[in-house]
């Protein structure tokens, strides 16, 4: 083979740091999924990976080149960079890095102007020197954004197009290159990574902080809160860790962190907007009022009428923007939030007219389209109280969403009672989302306003029933609750959403009663619509269900129904919305009995202040999931400061049974950290908190339980095990009265120890099993692993003697793997034939479509749905699978014969 070589003139122009990558640091975080996706396609002639800039583009490229030279591949590496923007000086640095890979080239560099004929020349000696090589040759080209001649981009082309198999080309660049590749994507030729799939996810971005920040250790909820103001974006939370590394107490301001970088302003105004025409730059900062915006929406505020081809442009060189749920006729958008603090810092230079003018617009634009949400909002920045009123006003009842109770919240906070009764459906909706948005005090005083101006009809009466039950639903006066609505019927409801509210309410309430079967039979008999499935209220009721059956201790039933109602939540309304954030509890609840830790915690994850005003009982089951968390995870200290808060919280709100709750748990962490005499003054506080209520069955009669449970515990530790017994078996009537299953089994636990403690040790194992029984029905983990060392020991002893049938030992042996280990559940075996049933059709097509090579881009336009759902789904796959990758599950389908 000849000698590869420049002309040594051409030699000494070249600088060699174009054809050396940047060092790979050690807090450079390894970005394994996407190397594990360039490993899975380095076969493709060509690997395009676009992404907007400080993505980690050039980075990923270091790493996938450090790992093809650790594996004797030759790579050949060239940064570009304008002076590359024209053909020449392009050409001259594409064959010098082929010269690096043992490629011949010829003497004379082709003058592009001269025609097709030198061009082609210089292709086929590329190629012939290329296929004459006996192994794989890997191309690195970085940054091609800069290339513009057209000349250099028909070379890359011909390359691409007549290249011989052994032949890749990687190319990294902001925007998608002018190149045609679609005969190499169909020939299973062309590999994508795109800007959608480059953001750190949440576990990396925990991992990254962790490596830069120092000493310091963010909590679960701070990294969620950087990662969702950062979105991953690698570059902002750069900027972020050397702020927290320099500054740590800056900690406590992290929702305004980026903004006291000058770094990321300097950076997103040189990288990101300075080379940008200023008309464009001045566009993008006008549609930074709106947190989402399409075509007509820029047109409207604009008055550019090329405003869709500009956002097409501003997508396409991936100006940190992203494509929100839309159909393709008129996408929606929304800006990186960072970025869009940014433009907006530029857009209040206009000065406040301007802006009001612009939200004024705004505001007309959506309220014409009935999007009351962004109508309101607009309206309320541009200072038009009576416009916000007039748009609640006209809004269609039947299309009232619980989406509406943000901004009626915010409006009806900047208006006086006195003016609000001129209004009367304003009143109506108003005391209904004050109701429902935790603040059942001032939800009164409005609804007796409304009471005032009621008419005797059906209509009115069914409205003022919604209310009242609703604030004694969030005053957990569940009994007051079916009172409210025992003689209002679901036909009175006058739109979707009352009866949702209806819906929920009432079965929750015969729930908390232990009429479970009532309850459900609400549930069954008026099912959702398939095209309510999206709508937040309807999912909601979805999820009484799970509450009703976590309330009866059935969690492995529970996770099949929570699941689906979080993935969905999360992927039609995001993970911070409201019903993404209420159904999170439950599925965390059920994570936490599951013992799948780490997942519990990330579902709670910067969730905290929105959950102070949900329901009584998802705070309630937020507060000792995330209790529990911080023992596993931290210490008793940290469980008990969180606990001694959110009991002064719900002293404050007046919640007795939320109260008694968290009461309970003092005394189980008390009594384990040998504070005997502060555990007893907490079941004296429990004891005269249970004087105090009503026998009928209700929710409240959960404050018997728990105060019975913590009674028997102390006496337990007192060596009282007689009193323990006593207690635990009052309790435990009233828990099976109610219904209440996990709790059961948790009075039936203290119980064992206590006959154990008495030697009496034969009854002892029999209760157990009993209870190991009813465990392995139910899936219970948490609630045996919780008692601890004393009910391990006494479980072992029951495994030991072999008195279970064969399931109830199967689940014994897997339930006493889980004592001393929080590292999750045992992952399932993915040969297993049974795994089959584990997935539903669509996760199965999905992984049919991950096998064709599409990116979660392309799956979730293939099949119509949004990039969340695909990642929600592809999640549960994994989880179900026990395995980390696409990769791994894609060929757990082909064996199982699931997918071609």
């Known amino acids: 083979m000849n000698t590869p070589h420049l002309p040594t003139d051409l030699e000494k122009l070249l600088v060699s740091t174009k054809f050396a990558p940047p060092r790979i640091g050690s807090r450079h975080l390894v970005r394994s999924h996407l190397l594990a996706a360039l490993r899975r396609e380095r076969h493709c002639r060509l690997l395009l990976i676009t992404g907007s800039a400080g993505f980690g583009k050039t980075i990923l490229l270091a790493q996938w080149r450090q790992e093809l030279m650790k594996a004797g591949s030759p790579v050949a590496w060239l940064s570009l960079n304008p002076d590359e923007k024209q053909f020449p000086n392009f050409c001259t640095h594409l064959l010098a890095a082929f010269a690096r890979l043992g490629v011949a080239v010829q003497d004379e560099l082709p003058l592009a102007r001269e025609g097709n004929a030198q061009l082609d020349g210089l292709v086929v000696a590329i190629v012939n020197g290329a296929a004459a090589i006996d192994h794989d040759l890997y191309l690195i080209l970085d940054d091609y954004h800069h290339v513009e001649d057209p000349w250099a981009h028909k070379l890359v082309q011909k390359l691409l197009d007549h290249g011989p198999p052994n032949l890749h080309m990687i190319i990294a660049s902001r925007a998608l290159p002018p190149l045609s590749v679609a005969k190499l994507r169909v020939m299973g030729q062309v590999s994508e990574i795109e800007c959608a ?37 690698p570059a902002s939370l750069q900027l972020v860790s050397i702020v927290l590394k320099n500054r740590p107490e800056s900690r406590a301001t992290l929702s305004s962190l980026a903004w006291q970088s000058s770094d990321l302003q300097h950076y997103l105004a040189e990288d990101v907007v300075g080379h940008l025409p200023v008309e464009l730059s001045a566009f993008m900062e006008t549609l930074s009022i709106c947190r989402r915006f399409n075509g007509s929406l820029a047109e409207a505020l604009t008055g550019r009428e090329d405003s869709a081809s500009l956002l097409a442009r501003i997508e396409d060189e991936n100006l940190l923007i992203t494509r929100a749920e839309s159909d393709n006729r008129s996408p929606w958008y929304r800006f990186h939030p960072l970025f869009a603090e940014f433009l907006a810092a530029r857009l209040a230079r206009r000065g406040p007219d301007a802006m009001k003018a612009l939200h004024r617009r705004a505001s007309n634009w959506f309220a014409d389209r009935r999007l009351i949400v962004e109508a309101v909002r607009h309206a309320m920045l541009a200072d038009d109280l009576e416009g916000a009123v007039a748009i609640i006003e006209r809004a269609v009842p039947g299309t009232w969403q619980l989406s509406y109770l943000g901004p009626l919240l915010h ?80 036909g009175e409801a006058g739109s979707a959403f009352e009866r949702y509210v209806y819906l929920m309410i009432r079965a929750m309430s015969l729930a908390a009663a232990g009429r479970f079967i009532d309850a459900l039979q609400i549930l069954d008999l008026n099912p959702i619509p398939p095209e309510d499935n999206d709508n937040a209220m309807a999912q909601r009721v979805a999820g009484c269900r799970t509450v009703m059956l976590i309330m009866m201790g059935k969690v492995v039933e529970a996770e099949k129904v929570a699941t689906v109602v979080y993935g969905r939540s999360a992927a039609t309304h995001g993970r911070s919305s409201t019903g993404a954030t209420l159904s999170a509890v439950g599925l965390a609840e059920v994570y936490y009995e599951l013992d799948r830790i780490d997942d519990a915690r990330e579902l709670l994850a910067n969730r905290q202040s929105s959950l102070k005003t949900s329901s009584p009982q998802l705070m309630i089951w937020s507060t000792l999931c995330e209790v529990r968390l911080d023992l596993l995870q931290d210490s008793a200290h940290t469980a008990l400061a969180l606990l001694e808060r959110r009991a002064s919280y719900f002293r404050s709100l007046g919640l007795d049974r939320a109260l008694a709750f968290v009461v309970g748990e003092q005394v189980r962490i008390l009594l384990g950290s040998g504070n005997d005499k502060r555990a007893a003054e907490l079941v004296a506080d429990l ?57 059961r089994i948790s009075l039936g636990l203290v119980r064992t120890l206590a006959l154990d403690a008495t030697t009496r040790t034969e009854k002892a194992l029999e209760q157990l099993a009993q209870l190991v029984r009813t465990g392995a029905e139910l899936g219970l983990i948490r609630t045996f692993v919780d008692e601890g060392e004393a009910l391990q020991k006494l479980l072992g002893g029951l495994f030991a003697a072999n008195r279970l049938d064969s399931r109830s030992q199967d689940y014994l042996e897997k339930l006493l793997k889980h004592f001393g280990s929080n590292d999750g559940p045992i992952a399932a075996d993915a040969a297993d034939p049974r795994s089959k049933t584990l997935l539903t059709p669509r996760e199965i097509e999905i992984l049919g479509l991950v096998a064709a090579g599409m990116s979660n881009k392309r799956i979730a336009l293939t099949l119509n749905i949004t990039l969340e759902t695909v990642k929600w789904n592809l999640k549960n796959i994994f989880i179900k699978l026990g395995v980390s990758s696409r990769y791994d599950a894609m060929i757990w389908a082909r064996r199982q014969g699931l997918i071609d």
């Open 687 to 743: 004891d005269a908190m249970a004087s105090r209520v009503d026998p009928t069955p209700a929710f409240s009669s959960e404050i018997l339980i728990v105060a019975g449970l913590a009674r028997a515990r102390l006496a337990l530790h007192a060596g009282d095990c007689d009193s323990a017994l006593h207690a635990a078996q009052g309790a435990d009537e009233i828990a099976n009265k109610i219904g209440r299953g996990r709790l």
């Open 197 to 233: 799939d480059l953001p750190f996810d949440v576990a990396e971005t925990r991992t990254f902080l962790a490596q830069n920040i120092g000493n310091a250790r963010l909590t679960a909820d701070e990294v969620r809160q950087i990662h969702d103001f950062t979105n991953g974006w």
């Open 411 to 490: 409006l009806v906070e900047n208006l006086s009672l006195d003016a609000i009764a001129a209004h009367p459906r304003l009143l109506y909706l108003g005391s209904l989302t004050l109701a429902m948005a935790g603040t059942p005090s001032r939800a009164t005083a409005w609804a007796a306003k409304l009471n005032e101006h009621a008419r005797d009809d059906c209509a009115t009466m069914f409205k003022i029933a919604l209310v009242n039950a609703t604030i004694s639903f969030q005053r957990d006066d569940s009994a007051q609750s079916v009172t409210s609505l025992d003689s209002r019927q679901l």
